[in-house]
């Protein structure tokens, strides 16, 4: 099996979109990793379907595979990055508005997947209140997924109330386990944060994988690191996941290197393709 690579385009954060894929195509990548966010595509935007169309045509135009992302800092509040959430006492509403308008853009783009995460918890409301939040929360999220045919990739996050793949595994039970809740792994944050080898949690996460995002990083350090910057050995994990079966997207998510996007772009398909 040949592992299918993407980047994501918060990694692009001074190109336009459509240069931007054009550059990932040309590099000879496999799709993209999409946020939506306000540079590149405004779920809020008045003219979104129009919008949505265009880039349904241009990844089709270049042979991409999509996954939507919904980690943009300051999308639903300027002053703070993240917020709201689904943990919010006010505010989750937005926020699953927010997720609501992604299924739609992921369903009309026939994406791979839609990714979205807990957020982290604000203030000093119980644990039990935050699982609660969280689930009703996810609850309505999985069932317009049902309606539109979008698989979810719900992603455990260093720093967030869902941190690793055991808070993953509980939030899926809450919701009845169903087939359509899979999870977003970082292999990057398995090594952060995961008592376990990063290969074993590949293993883990297997059967219920819907997305993959891959960059290295170092021990307790939540940074995306370009691949050997940091401690990972990527060809055990590029071995687990050929293992799993997984067919999707392993998209690189590199943040910070917007100021040397290509180039970065570039580096990270040579080494990925070496070590797979």
Not at 32 to 39: E, I, K, N, Q
Not at 44 to 61: E, G, M, N, Q
Request: hydrophobic share 40%.
């Amino acid at each position: 099996m040949t592992l299918r690579f993407g980047y994501g385009t918060n990694g692009f954060p001074d190109h336009r979109l459509d240069d931007a894929l054009a550059v990932l195509a040309d590099l000879g990548y496999d799709g993209v990793a999409l946020t939506l966010d306000v540079r590149h595509l405004d779920p809020f935007a008045p003219d979104l379907p129009r919008a949505v169309d265009r880039v349904a045509a241009r990844l089709d135009a270049l042979g991409l595979s999509v996954v939507i992302e919904t980690g943009a800092r300051y999308l639903l509040d300027p002053w703070r990055k993240h917020q709201p959430t689904l943990l919010s006492a006010d505010g989750a509403d937005r926020r699953v508005d927010l997720l609501l308008r992604a299924v739609r853009i992921a369903a009309d783009l026939g994406a791979q997947a839609m990714s979205f995460w807990s957020g982290a918890a604000v203030g000093s409301d119980p644990p039990d209140v935050l699982w609660d939040r969280l689930t009703r929360g996810c609850e309505r999220v999985l069932r317009l997924a049902d309606e539109r045919d979008v698989t979810l990739a719900f992603e455990p996050e260093p720093g967030m109330f869902v941190d690793t793949i055991d808070g993953y595994e509980r939030l899926a039970a809450r919701l009845g386990a169903p087939a359509r809740f899979g999870i977003m792994l970082d292999i990057g944050h398995c090594r952060c944060l995961e008592p376990e080898p990063v290969p074993d949690c590949v293993r883990r996460a297997g059967p219920r994988l819907t997305g993959v995002q891959i960059e290295d990083m170092r021990r307790g350090v939540h940074e995306h690191l370009e691949f050997g910057a940091g401690e990972i050995d990527f060809p055990p994990v590029m071995k687990a996941l050929e293992e799993t079966g997984y067919t999707g997207l392993v998209s690189v998510e590199l943040p910070r290197h917007g100021h040397d996007a290509p180039g970065a772009a570039r580096r990270s398909l040579e080494f990925l393709k070496e070590v797979s």
